[in-house]
């Protein structure tokens, strides 16, 4: 059964540090990311779009670069 948050203040989580494409970072990044999701479902439960949208948003360097064009693309 999944957990329901009745509290209408979600958890304060503090963003991740930018990913910007190290290899040995990508599992820390994305248990983070899994926290800052899970703490506030109000925002990101069944709304992969606003997901997506949080984790471009924690990307930098060459991680943002690849990206770029993408999102330009739209």
Partial sequence: SKATHTNNN????????PFTGQADYIDTFFTQ???????????????NANQILYAINCLGGNALSFILPFIKAK
Avoid: E, G, H, W
């Fill in 10 to 17: 979600p958890i304060r989580v503090k963003a991740p540090q």
């Fill in 33 to 47: 990311l899994q926290v800052i999701f899970l703490s506030d479902p109000n925002k990101f439960d069944n709304n």
